[in-house]
């Protein structure tokens, strides 16, 4: 099974995108980029994965509901894709910022639908005050300025870290173009609803029983490696990893250091919940 197909759900038609064959993944993406973002590292899982990238609403070709929705309908969203693919069996997720908040709250709402969580640059506090404020100013600015260039390189400065900027021409203009192609009144709707009035995440995380890991990129000022540290200590079965020379967007800065810490964990992890199952 592979393609892309357009699937009606609890947010609004959704793009997904599958690639590969074996044990099934759900990849979602960050705000301000969609599917594209994974692309340096899809093909390599897709060697023994069966990948479903979901572009989220307000991104990329996906629509949206046309008003507010939460984390919680994204959960059901990804229920509605993984039934119109006929995909029963438990998942491996993997999400980048938005995708790790949807995989939180997929992991406590769908259990049984999820075998393992990976969250990438995923801070799981709600918004400061002062984060309020700068998201509602960038959202007015974009309502009455739509994708300025300034709004543009502040999204890069704030996705890519110093490194990826100066040396990666190709990450920064797939930021870029992510966010100058989409709808701007679907992406303010996004941005508004699952940054600005995000709910903190915190007192979920230790019901989540799975094995969990949290990855961060070093220059991910809203989401540090100590702040990650922390979260998983609330955990049942939860581990840290930092990436250097990254910022929120991991998977297109440094894929490679993604992909190895992916490898392991399932490797590890999913072999020692095998053991006791049995």
């Given amino acids: 099974m592979s393609g892309s197909r357009f699937i009606k759900t609890a947010v609004g038609r959704l793009k997904v995108t599958t690639a590969g064959r074996g044990a099934p993944a759900v990849l979602w993406h960050s705000l301000f980029v969609d599917e594209r973002s994974w692309q340096r590292l899809a093909a390599e899982l897709a060697k ?40 029963a069996e438990p998942v491996d997720w993997v999400g980048n910022a938005w995708g790790g908040h949807v995989g939180i709250r997929f992991a406590t709402a769908y259990p049984s639908r999820v075998r393992s969580l990976v969250t990438i640059g995923t801070p799981v506090q709600a918004l400061t005050t002062s984060e309020r404020v700068r998201t509602r100013t960038l959202l007015l600015v974009h309502q009455l300025l739509g994708p300025a260039g300034f709004l543009v390189d502040a999204v890069v400065e704030t996705l890519l870290s110093p490194q990826t900027r100066a040396s990666d021409t190709d990450a920064v203009q797939l930021v870029r173009r ?101």
């Fill in 48 to 87: 023994d994965r069966q990948l479903v990238l979901v572009t989220g609403p307000g991104h990329g070709e996906s629509g949206d509901l046309g008003r507010r929705y939460d984390l919680l309908q994204c959960a059901r969203a990804t229920v509605e894709v993984l039934d119109a693919l006929g995909v």
């Fill in 178 to 278: 992510s966010f100058v192609e989409a709808a701007p009144g679907q992406l303010r709707n996004a941005v508004a609803s699952i940054s600005l009035h995000r709910e903190d995440l915190t007192a979920l995380l230790p019901g989540i029983t799975i094995p969990t890991l949290m990855i961060t990129g070093e220059q991910h000022s809203g989401w540090t490696p100590t702040q990650s540290a922390g979260a998983v200590a609330t955990m049942p079965d939860g581990r840290a990893a930092a990436v250097a020379d990254a910022a929120y967007l991991v998977p297109l800065e440094r894929p490679e250091a993604v992909l190895e810490l992916l490898r392991a964990f399932w490797a590890t992890a999913l072999a020692e919940t095998s053991k006791v199952l049995e």
